[in-house]
């Protein structure tokens, strides 16, 4: 039962370096979604995935690509990490882009840029 | 654009007071609120979801109240124990946002001292 998989947990990053971050649900679900924690923040929407084959841009894009591999998974990609895209992030599905759709979320990748 | 504050950010007690986690929100047009809770190191857990037309919540020892035309809504915790401690965090999802995003308050971290 393990809902929400990210993978790795923890990542340490050189500026200009790039990487990708896994993320995939064992739920059937159609939406998924990646955010990022700041201290201080609420999470910021970054990217979402309303059905397999979509993607579309949230509210903090700039600097992430992202890929909806299959139903399963939701890849996002850093493609020249800079310090300030340290964060924690986190991945989330839905069963639908439905307003009353509670989210599921995995544990977050803990992402150091330096 | 809708804002969602989270006031304090944080809260220590002792081992058994019943408390009140605070959140608001400067657009009324929404279509739910939700409150999580996250557990250093983990993801965020659902804890309850109270739509537009509904003026509580209730589970166990969680109660969450909404006051849609004020903005407001309030999470209390009866009898608080040891294992309250938590960041716990609202988020609502705005009427006027056509892609249904969770906008989120920056969490209030709770620490229940034994």
């Known amino acids: 039962n393990a809902g929400v998989t990210q993978t790795p947990k923890f990542q340490v990053l050189k500026t200009g370096q790039s990487m990708t971050l896994q993320c995939a649900q064992d739920?059937?679900?159609?939406?998924m979604y990646w955010y990022r924690q700041d201290p201080g923040m609420g999470l910021r929407l970054i990217y979402y995935?309303?059905?397999?084959?979509?993607?579309d841009k949230g509210e903090v894009p700039n600097g992430y690509n992202v890929s909806r591999l299959n139903k399963r998974e939701f890849s996002l990609r850093l493609e020249s990490a800079a310090p300030s895209q340290t964060s924690v992030y986190f991945c989330?599905?839905?069963?639908?882009?439905?307003?009353?759709?509670?989210?599921?979320f995995g544990d977050g990748t803990r992402l150091s840029i330096l | 654009k809708q804002e969602v504050t989270q006031i304090p950010a944080a809260l220590s007690v002792p081992e058994g007071e019943n408390l009140v986690l605070n959140c608001s929100f400067t657009?009324?047009?929404?279509?739910?609120l939700q409150w999580f809770r996250q557990d250093p190191g983990k993801g965020l857990t659902s804890l309850l979801l109270?739509?537009?037309s509904q003026r509580e919540q209730t589970s166990g020892r969680l109660n969450a109240s909404l006051d849609k035309s004020s903005g407001r809504s309030t999470l209390y915790i009866a009898a608080s124990q040891p294992g309250d401690s938590a960041t716990y965090l609202c988020?609502?999802?705005?009427?006027?946002?056509?892609?249904?995003?969770?906008?989120w308050g920056a969490g209030t971290k709770l620490i229940i001292k034994p």
């Open positions: 109270i739509q537009s």
């Open positions: 988020a609502v999802r705005s009427v006027r946002d056509s892609n249904y995003q969770l906008i």
């Open positions: 739920m059937n679900h159609n939406s």
């Open positions: 989330a599905s839905s069963e639908a882009r439905q307003p009353n759709q509670p989210q599921h």
């Open positions: 657009d009324s047009a929404i279509y739910n």
């Open positions: 995935s309303a059905s397999e084959g979509t993607t």
